[in-house]
């Protein structure tokens, strides 16, 4: 079974840029597709973006331009590369691996503020 853990998180400053990863252990990471998930205080959890197991992208709007999800079968990580960060972006950022199953990491803490 996958189990994946996101790393990567902490305090940036407004316009700054994070690189989050979300490391996967088992052999079959690459067949999983992974969407990256935030929840800021006091929200309900939204889908960020996600990568399919082929490598195809998609984000929501208010991230496009900004963000980047990438793969690296070899080390069994995903990335969620943010750029021009913004207050807004405070949250807990989670992966969700989805192929046979569902795997959820637990998160880690991205806090935008000068």
């Known amino acids: 079974q996958v189990q994946v853990a996101e790393s990567g998180g902490g305090l940036v400053q407004p316009g700054g840029s994070l690189r989050l990863s979300c490391a996967a252990s088992?052999?079959?990471?690459?067949?999983?597709?992974v969407d990256w998930y935030r929840q800021a205080p006091g929200k309900q959890r939204e889908l960020v973006g996600g990568i399919t197991s082929g490598g195809r992208t998609n984000y929501v709007d208010s991230v496009k331009g900004r963000f980047t999800i990438s793969r690296d079968n070899a080390k069994n990580t995903v990335y969620l590369q943010m750029n021009n960060l913004k207050p807004e972006d405070t949250a807990v950022y989670y992966c969700?691996?989805?192929?046979?199953?569902?795997?959820w990491g637990k998160g880690t803490l991205v806090t935008v503020s000068s």
């Open positions: 969700n691996a989805v192929f046979l199953e569902t795997v």
């Open positions: 088992g052999s079959l990471f690459m067949m999983y597709a």
